[in-house]
């Protein structure tokens, strides 16, 4: 497990040995030329550690050729006598791939190959042993290169990768590396012509060929569950009933020579990159080398550049955003702690984040206290000599030895470093002074390595050193289905929110296949899923995750210019960046400052001003004549569409709901007409509110979406509802409670025929009845709109509530009002074949990211055109617990969004999110007591049935 030097102070570079004498900073003039060696050289003139400023000097060839001699006399001639010579552990590029936890550490740790034999057993991590024996191919072959630096380069790039090296690069080996030797050449040609035999899915597009579907679908499932060649031919003649033909075209693929095309000499093939989702970490670094070394780690398989990053990036105090990116990226923050055995301190914390809750952690804080016993706390750079900590503050030791593993991280700021003053006070009376170098001491220490003590961004050790006080006894309230993770490696775990048909094997998750975005990475995306990654360039573009279990249909994105800057008030706002101008939220984006569209009331307006501010956009009255606009949303008025932008010929009067959108008949002869009502979010294709289905000759018996018709009465999907000939009621199962018509208000100002109709929407209920007024979108307008409205009591007594924008009644919720970027939602559209991008999916998606039953998301397009988000408690009387759950789980949202994490933008088209306000609610602990915490199974059905989310109990 990579050791995270953020957490703690026991995580460090020693900045604190005796300065060595400063570098001249004049001599880094010399690499004006090359941002690269500029950035650096720069790094020399502030380190104030020996060992990390020798490792530097070591490494500085690579940034600054050797040809830049006057660069190379001024630094020989300051810090003389310095070696340059690099011998880094081959294996260390290689560490991300064992299975292990432990093996991952320990190899990181290590110094040859020796050193992890006791630990990663070869049986169980075959991919490690086989990169690092590649590496060490690599490194013997590459050394008769010798000074030769361009042929090295090209004779490691051979060895980079987790696929068979290309013409392209052979021919490039034989073209630099020629006149230095055949020793290299006989190397590298021995290397590629014995590289592995492809994976079995390799050959997946094998199975198109097969004439039968079910051969086909059957090929798929055995080439990605079977490893040996037997195994997979005795699957495929049993599945397919043929025997291996070679005029069959699918054994011909199979049993000749028939792979993929290989690239000709003249073509440039697309780079494998090891771990694209932390390639959208890149772009976060403060400084070139970095960002720069964050592409290398990202796209090859070298291991000194990994060890560079380490030490001179992923340990810097001053790369806080690329560290928490990469972070999310490895280990994402999930509620909910238990089961641990040794760490038992953080166990029954059902509402607070971790990063790595688990056994392996759980023994890893064990096997740290044990090594610190001996007195001394090894570290890349430094030993930290300290007491006998089995007598010194014992708790306070195994406090910091769990977070250093477990990783409690916070909610807003997505950071595990432990706060300064705990950092100060054991080290001021657990270090042994008598063997500190000269010049340190605690204060100087922890102000490198925990700087922060604002309880808001750093983690106090005192919550763990008493056990949780909520104990065993309340901890079902809220239960987390996914962590750990029940699924194989190659599954993502989802929370079940559809239900069961068979009860009886009814599983409160669900395993869904997915796809790794790169081969050494262990992000995973769902299967069919559009995906944003990053290229080399800077540039990005948008896959989609195929059942081959790879990302393929990439399609290039339009260049962003993020080194352009807005202007605002005088001053340079970057790209990415958030701020506020009145009422407003901005982001800049590219050079363009792009805001809400709120209505704001200035500090100086006058008494009849404020007494006329209806908080409509464009001051409209807060009268509800509705309208039904072209992207499929009711406005309450046609003066607040019409300064939404639309034409008068862009809508028509009425709720889009209460409206048939088959009455004109728009389909085919042969097909039939289906309502689907939708808000699209992009404007670059029709938002038609209909599909035509023709008839399908057989449904997927393995998708499983429940659907009610209006006799109420379930089917498995919506394509068996219609191949039965039924007509849709909502989505989900069929409720009691839903069985008759009884109208009510949505948030989106929309009327629903039943809760149940609203809930399939993913809009939660404002009040019972049809919709009739329009609430105040401004916190600081009347509500004098809504003042005949009955609104229903609030779920929980003593609750702080919420009160969406335009809505009329307040909500136990959390509620997150996202700014977004319509031209990439049109992007999007326009390159998934002009389907539009909607408020339902985006909100599919979002779900996805809340990991407790308990809690659930809707939301809707507001009437100024924010995303408003809100995430409920799903039960009718939701416990504090649960409530405080929910909050969390929005904060969590809510900072992925703010700091734009791969977690959650690298999902199109959440990636078009620029920036999030949230508002949580909260309970008032001296009102009423926690109810008594329901059965577990019943909990779980209320949460997948939806038959107890808000709105439901005003039934």
Known sequence: MRVCFQISFLLAVNFYCQPLRAQDPSCCQHAAESSRCKDACDQLITIKSESRLKHLLQRLPSYCPESMNELWMCINSTLPGVSRKSDGWVGLGCCELAISSE????????????????????????????????????????????????????????????????????????????????????????????????????????????????????????????????????????????????????????????????????????????????????????????????????????????????????YNPGETELINCLADVREPCQLGCKDLTYCTNFNNRPTELFRSCNVQSDQGAMNDIKLWSNGTIKMPFMNIPVLDIRKCLPDMWKAVACSLQIKPCHSKSRGSVICKSDCVDILTQC??????????????????????????????????????????????????????????????????????????????????????????????????????????TGCYEVCSCGPSGRLENCADMPCVDTNKHCIVGGQRKSHGTFFRIDCHICSCFAGDTICSTRECLSFDSSDEDRRHFTGLPCKCPDRFVPVCASNGRTYPSACVARCMGFKDHQFVFGQCRLSNPCANKPCQRNQRC?????????????????????????????????????????????????????????????????????????????????????FSDRVAVDYEGPCQAVGAVSDVAPDSACSLIPCPRLSTPGCQPVTPPGACCPICASMLQILWNKEQMNTFSKLNKNQPVTVHNVLQILRLHVSVPQCDVFGYLSIDHELVVLITPVDQQPTPLQIEACSKEAEKIDSLINYASPTLVSHVPLSAFLTAEIKTSSINSSVGTSPSPLPLGLCFLLGLLMAAVPGLQQL
């Open 431 to 536: 270090g042994d002074r008598k063997r500190f170098h000269e010049g340190q001491t605690p204060e100087r220490i922890c102000e490198l390595l925990s700087p922060i003590d604002d309880h808001e961004r750093c983690i106090p050790l005192h919550r763990y050193l008493t056990p949780s006080s909520l104990g065993n006894n309340i901890v079902e309230e809220v239960i987390h289905p996914c962590n750990p993770n029940p699924c194989p490696s190659n599954h993502l775990c989802q929370v079940n929110r559809k239900g069961c048909l068979d009860e009886l094997n009814c599983q409160p998750y669900l395993c869904v296949p997915g796809c790794k975005l790169g081969e050494a990475s262990e992000f995973l995306v769902q299967q069919d899923a559009l995906i944003q990654v990053p290229t080399r």
């Open 674 to 758: 289906i309502p689907k009502y939708r808000v699209c979010l992009s404007d670059s294709s029709d938002c038609l509110q209909y599909e035509c289905v023709g008839r399908q000759l057989s449904c997927d018996k393995n998708s499983v979406e429940p659907a009610c018709d209006t006799d109420g009465k379930v089917h498995t999907s919506l394509c068996q509802l219609q191949q039965n000939g039924k007509t849709l009621a909502y989505m989900g199962h069929c409720q009691d409670a839903c069985g008759k018509p009884q109208q009510v208000c949505g948030h989106n100002g929309e009327t629903y025929n039943t809760v149940c109709d609203a």
């Open 103 to 314: 093996c991952r550490r320990e190899c990181k740790q290590a110094s040859s190959k020796n050193d992890i034999t006791k630990v990663c057993k070869k049986v169980t991590e075959n991919s490690l042993y086989s990169c690092i024996t590649k590496n060490e191919m690599g490194s013997t072959c590459c050394s008769y290169a010798g000074r030769h630096t361009t042929c090295r380069e090209y004779c490691q790039a051979i060895f980079r990768t987790d696929s068979t090296p290309t013409v392209s690069q052979i021919n490039a080996v034989r073209e630099y590396c020629q006149s230095h030797g055949a020793q290299l050449l006989s190397c590298v040609s021995n290397f590629t012509k014995s590289y592995p035999i492809r994976s079995p899915i390799d050959s997946l597009y094998c199975c198109d060929r097969a004439e039968a579907p079910h051969c086909q679908v059957a090929c798929r499932r055995i080439l990605r569950t079977m490893s040996t060649e037997h195994e997979i031919m005795e699957g495929l003649i049993e599945e397919c009933g043929s025997q291996p033909l070679p005029q069959d075209p699918m054994w011909q693929c199979f049993l000749g020579s028939a792979h993929p095309p290989s690239p000709t000499e003249e073509e440039t093939p697309h780079p494998t990159k090891m771990d694209r989702a932390k390639m959208h970490c890149c772009a976060k670094a403060n400084t070139s080398l970095c960002r720069d070394m964050c592409h290398d780690i990202s796209s090859n398989w070298g291991s000194q550049t990994l060890q560079d990053f380490d030490q001179l990036c992923e």
